[in-house]
């Protein structure tokens, strides 16, 4: 990669400066953006979707938990997908990898989940590998067709009045990211050499053909960090 010229403090305030006046643009151009995503339109659920939980069948209205809100989260862990049944896809799991402690979510009436078409046995046995302790559901209907993913990941956020459920703001495949900021840093910096995409950095790690899929099996990502079994790696009481 071809870095950035080294330049005197003078001309290095000046660029500071001139990127500022265009950082401050987007900013207000974000908070404009944002402002209009919450008065979007919501749309009720008209269907009774049911999922498989760990204790049994449970319906949408069920995953709120109690809460306002609702942020759904589809996960590509089932047969098909590359590393079944031992590991789920490298993005997902990148961006699971990513969700913090959900009582900051809880504490603002939000409750979040995950579904997949993977049986449940399988699931919990990803999560205690994996160490992610979030509620995550098994689909049995049409609610990954219905609420565009299907073919591909995706988070849809839902409301709840009751025991009536209205779809919110539905992300796009390229806006779930966001929701994860591993690769945040990464932009305020000079190089980004090493990789960009999730599916890349991850297929380096332990979801790629360097590891075994066995628990506890380790791998070198091209930074040279260690991948495995993420409880090895885990700082002590770091939990998902």
């Known amino acids: 990669m071809k870095l950035p010229p080294i330049v005197s403090a003078q001309e290095w305030e000046a660029a500071r400066q001139e ?3 265009k950082e401050k643009e987007v900013t207000r151009a974000h908070d404009a953006l944002a402002a209009q995503r919450r008065r979007m339109p919501r749309m ?26 609702l942020i759904v989260y589809r996960f590509f862990f089932e047969p098909g997908v590359t590393g079944w049944p031992e590991r789920g896809c490298p993005g997902c799991s990148l961006m699971a990898d990513q969700v ?27 999560k205690a590998r994996m160490g992610w302790d979030v509620p995550w559901y098994t689909l049995t209907d049409g609610f990954d067709a219905d609420f565009g993913v299907e073919q591909w990941h995706g988070t849809n956020a839902f409301l709840r009045e009751g ?31 090493g990789g960009s995409g999730h599916r890349g950095h ?23 960090r260690v991948a495995g079994d993420r409880r090895a790696a885990s700082a002590p009481g770091r939990l998902e």
């Open 19 to 21: 990127l500022r006046v």
């Open 44 to 69: 009720e659920v008209e269907k009774a979707y049911s999922f498989e939980g760990p204790d049994g069948p449970v319906k949408l209205v069920e995953l709120f938990e109690g809460r306002r809100q």
């Open 100 to 126: 913090a402690h959900l009582a900051h979510l809880n504490a603002r009436d939000t409750a979040y989940a995950r579904v997949s078409r993977a049986p449940q046995p399988d699931i919990e046995r990803l």
């Open 163 to 193: 025991k009536r459920a209205t779809r919110g703001r539905a992300p796009s495949t390229r806006g779930s990211p966001r929701f994860g900021r591993t690769r945040a840093p990464r932009r305020r910096t000079c190089d980004r050499s």
């Open 202 to 224: 991850s297929s380096r790690g332990r979801f790629g053909p360097a590891a075994s899929g066995a628990a506890g099996s380790v791998a070198r990502d091209g930074g040279g």
